[in-house]
């Protein structure tokens, strides 16, 4: 993939500037909606009920402060353009939405055991639980790994250093937002690790058929010569003849002695016990490496 030409087009992708308007259009609107924000909550009983829409509608609330709100927004934009450089525009939506998938899956899936086992509050099924943060992790965590540019993972390893608190924050008593925060780090990284694996890979094996491609242009070349030679080593076998490969021929049965003083082709007389002479075989030359049979 040429970084070099599609960087600047990349900037201008739809998935950083939509999520963002989106975001920005949502956040402004609903953020201090208590009932929108119920409904969008990726917790257990929304799970249980409408899990599709509460997961895609929670990345999109931000909160209702116009200000933290921007400033989320800003910086979950350009991730996502550094995302979209590197990876492009389907790759990086599967990632950030492997991140907030499996960062909810894992959270609240490991609270229902706990409640289960009565180890947490069944009350915490309807805790509210929205935000676009596994979405911002899991991105940030895909650009550090696997940048395009080497300030794009400077960026992203500071914001990731800075959030860090908050990210691992009751981490020690499995609560349910970091363990989210950590499944979605770690899906990002591990997803960006593996996309770029396979980039290299593809990069290869493209160097591979460029260099190879002059050698089957050769050998294509090559193959209509080869049929009328394999031909023409056939009828030197068959005719009781064999070439070396210096084309030195050595000559077998002569047809022109018999013992008898009849002609070798003759009809009448062959294959009757009437013997023809044979005169040996002229040695012939050696060749190095090669065994030479008359």
Request: proline share 6%.
């Amino acid at each position: 993939m040429d970084l070099s030409r599609t960087s600047a087009r990349r900037w201008l992708s739809p998935v950083p500037w939509g999520f963002a308007l989106l975001a920005a259009a949502s956040s402004l609107t609903y953020g201090a909606d208590h009932a929108v924000n119920a409904w969008a909550s990726t917790n257990l009983a929304n799970m249980d009920d409408h899990p599709v829409e509460a997961l895609i509608a929670s990345a999109f609330l931000f909160g209702a402060d116009p200000w933290a709100c921007l400033r989320s927004i800003a910086l979950a934009g350009a991730i996502l353009a550094f995302l979209v450089i590197r990876f492009g525009n389907m790759r990086a939506v599967v990632l950030i939405a492997a991140g907030q998938v499996l960062g909810t899956l894992v959270s609240e899936g490991l609270l229902a055991a706990r409640i289960a086992a009565g180890q947490a509050d069944p009350a915490l099924r309807a805790t509210l639980d929205v935000g676009p943060s596994y979405v911002i992790v899991s991105a940030l965590a895909a650009v550090v790994a696997a940048g395009a540019r080497r300030w794009h993972r400077w960026i992203a390893l500071a914001a990731l250093a800075v959030r860090a608190p908050h990210i691992t924050s009751g981490l020690t008593t499995l609560g349910v937002t970091p363990v989210g925060h950590v499944t979605a780090l770690f899906t990002g990284m591990l997803l960006a690790w593996g996309l770029r694996s396979s980039d290299a890979r593809h990069r290869y094996l493209h160097r591979l058929t460029l260099r190879a491609a002059p050698l089957q242009t050769e050998l294509g070349a090559l193959a209509p010569v080869a049929g009328p030679d394999a031909e023409d080593v056939a009828g030197a076998v068959h005719g009781h003849r064999h070439h070396h490969v210096d084309g030195t021929v050595c000559d077998l049965p002569v047809p022109d002695l018999d013992v008898d003083g009849v002609h070798e082709q003759d009809p009448g007389r062959r294959g009757r016990g009437g013997g023809s002479a044979i005169r040996p075989c002229r040695p012939c030359p050696p060749e190095v490496g090669k065994a030479s049979r008359c």
